[in-house]
């Protein structure tokens, strides 16, 4: 890896300013007082990204943002440490809704469609982004493609950016749902490296209800025969499915106070990419995933506490085969 390559690069096609709203419980028709409020420069990737780079990782940040609003996603950057590789299109990014209830311990999330593109604008914002990325990937650089296309750009865009990083050296990490994990796993001519999809995005890939983690755990086994080299299925409070070369187990997670469940998908996807990079084996560096998101959903503010908080809950995760 050259000097000026990245350790982990994050690509976030849709970003997203997260509005999160703080409730002492949610009630559908019913007038509201907030406990608090905040705005964050949000989106799958930025959201790994942050997490990342403050666990030591050289990171940038790549994606869309719009030109009209960036200010809150510059500002975080520079404050977190990340290198800004965000093309600007014309536009305002999105803004999504989060309204989290202390009462359940959840979040309910209203999630805004994004800049729209037609096919002129699509080629121009992805040969931008193929430049922007290109002097910052080496060999080994992981690169995650996270979250949801914006209006009007296919899953072509994506398979050709793949493609381009994976001619560089990098690891691919897909961290996306649905219709497009399943146009990425079909037409990349080589399988992920890493996939992190939740229960509901793995559902809505094999098309039909896995309700336990027997049915998940086959599910995750059969993407590890199509080539994928690592799988973790978060299950929410349930934990998570994780398989890779040795088996296949059942991560359960240590019991918390849950302030908010948003980032906590985010974390755990960065710290398991950290311990990857750090050298540490699989399944143990999904745990150390999962211990991140442990600590994050203790706190409404985004960031981890110091790492020595985070090996504890650590040794706090059981692991079952499955």
């Given at each position: 890896m050259t000097a000026?390559?990245?350790?982990?690069?994050?690509?976030?096609?849709?970003?997203?300013?997260?509005?999160?709203?703080?409730?002492?419980?949610?009630e559908p028709g019913a007038v509201h007082r907030a406990?608090?409020?905040?705005?964050?420069?949000?989106?799958?990737?930025?959201?790994?990204?942050?997490?990342?780079?403050?666990?030591?990782?050289?990171?940038?940040?790549?994606?869309?943002?719009?030109?009209?609003?960036?200010?809150?996603?510059?500002?975080?950057?520079?404050?977190?440490?990340?290198?800004?590789a965000m093309v600007r299109v014309p536009g305002h990014?999105?803004?999504?809704?989060?309204?989290?209830?202390?009462?359940?311990?959840?979040?309910?999330?209203i999630n805004l469609a994004g800049i729209a593109f037609d096919a002129?604008?699509?080629?121009?914002a992805?040969?931008?982004?193929?430049?922007?990325?290109?002097?910052?990937?080496?060999?080994?650089?992981?690169?995650?493609?996270?979250?949801?296309?914006?209006?009007?750009?296919?899953?072509?865009?994506l398979l050709r950016l793949a493609e381009a990083l994976r001619a560089r050296g990098a690891r691919l990490m897909v961290d996306t749902g649905g219709k497009v994990l399943g146009?990425?796993?079909?037409?990349?001519?080589?399988?992920p490296d890493f996939l992190k999809?939740?229960?509901?995005?793995?559902?809505?890939?094999?098309?039909?209800?896995l309700p336990a983690a027997a049915d998940v755990a086959r599910a995750a086994l059969a993407l590890r025969a199509r080539g994928v080299g690592l799988v973790v299925v978060s299950l929410g409070g349930d934990g998570a499915v994780i398989a890779g070369e040795g088996g296949c187990w059942l991560a359960l997670p240590p019991r918390v106070p849950v302030a908010?469940?948003?980032?906590?998908?985010?974390?755990?996807?960065?710290?398991?990419?950290?311990?990857?990079?750090?050298?540490q084996a699989f399944p143990e560096a999904a745990v150390f995933g999962m211990a991140c998101a442990a600590a994050r959903i203790q706190r409404i503010a985004p960031g981890l506490p110091p790492r020595a908080e985070i090996e504890t809950l650590v040794a706090r995760i059981v692991l079952q085969p499955v």
């Open positions: 000026t390559a990245m350790q982990l690069i994050t690509v976030t096609p849709n970003p997203a300013i997260d509005h999160t709203v703080s409730l002492d419980r949610l406990r608090a409020e905040q705005f964050e420069a949000g989106g799958k990737g930025i959201g790994v990204a942050a997490v990342a780079a403050a666990l030591g990782l050289r990171t940038a940040a790549s994606g869309w943002l719009g030109d009209q609003n960036p200010q809150l996603f510059e500002r975080a950057f520079a404050e977190r440490g990340i290198a800004d990014t999105r803004t999504n809704i989060k309204l989290a209830d202390a009462e359940r311990g959840d979040s309910t999330d002129e604008s699509t080629a121009q992805e040969a931008a982004l193929l430049a922007r990325l290109a002097p910052l990937v080496g060999e080994g650089t992981w690169c995650t493609l996270a979250g949801s296309l914006p209006p009007g750009v296919g899953v072509e865009s146009e990425l796993l079909d037409r990349l001519p080589a399988a999809p939740n229960r509901a995005e793995l559902e809505e890939l094999v098309g039909q209800p908010t469940t948003v980032g906590a998908g985010d974390a755990l996807v960065a710290g398991t990419l950290a311990a990857l990079v750090e050298g």
